[in-house]
């Protein structure tokens, strides 16, 4: 059963523009969210997070966005940058982590 | 920053043999390593935790004969498929923590995977 999911298998932005992955998860349970970025022949490398107390986190040009009575969360990309091509991956955290499938981002010079 | 390294990348053995799979916490000490398997399309799936010193915790639906964990060191942990057939072939990937809490928030260390493929 699939609690984490991400719908989209990938995504192309140009650069400059907004790149906005998104995940759905079903557990009300989960507290705490994560953002994982991938590169080839890496390991998931930790990008962000936020608790399930708050709506919003910032870092940078990173933002994550969380919508609990939609159980959705997004991560916004701005300004995206060629650099930011990689997998990224949504975890949900409650007794273990959960992960996403994924989605392939490529921002296009 | 912490770094996990994971060996080996990509290996192929025939069916009915057995591999070995490391990861070592290079600058830290792991005191809990987790191992985690993804088919194709599909997500991390955790497979088990361990912890140094005991015996690791097997997620159901995870044969713990045949998927050997040893944690013996703070930091080293093996996995071992043994008897490996061509289901078992998949992307295996490790993460560790030093700290479980500071894991559970974003503070995991993945290595960067292992590739089986059984022929």
């Known amino acids: 059963d699939q609690q984490v999911k991400q719908n989209s298998p990938s995504l192309s932005v140009q650069e400059g523009r907004i790149s906005i992955l998104n995940c759905d998860y079903t557990n009300s349970m989960f507290d705490y969210f994560l953002w994982y970025k991938k590169y080839p022949a890496e390991g998931p490398t930790f990008l962000i997070s936020?608790?399930?107390?708050?709506d919003k986190n910032e870092d940078g040009r990173f933002t994550v966005f969380l919508n609990k009575s939609a159980k959705h969360l997004s991560l916004h990309i701005v300004p995206s940058q060629p650099g930011d091509s990689a997998v990224y991956f949504c975890a949900a955290s409650g007794n273990q982590f959960y992960f996403g499938t994924g989605t392939s981002l490529t921002v296009i010079p | 920053g912490a770094v996990v390294s994971q060996h080996p990348s990509r290996v192929i053995c025939k069916s009915g043999t057995s591999v070995k799979i490391e990861c070592r916490s290079l600058?830290?000490?792991?005191?809990?390593m987790f191992w985690y398997r993804q088919f194709p399309k599909q997500s991390l799936m955790l497979m088990a935790t361990s912890n140094e010193g005991s015996k690791a915790t097997y997620e159901q639906g995870v044969e713990k004969d045949k998927f050997l964990i040893n944690h013996a060191s703070l930091t080293l942990s093996t996995l071992t498929v043994t008897s490996a057939h061509p289901e078992d072939s998949s992307f295996y990937i490790c993460?560790?923590?030093?700290?479980?809490?500071?894991?559970?928030?974003?503070?995991?260390?993945f290595g960067s995977g292992t590739r089986l493929t059984v022929v």
């Open positions: 936020i608790s399930s107390i708050k």
């Open positions: 600058d830290f000490q792991a005191t809990t």
């Open positions: 993460s560790a923590t030093q700290d479980s809490q500071q894991g559970r928030l974003g503070g995991y260390t």
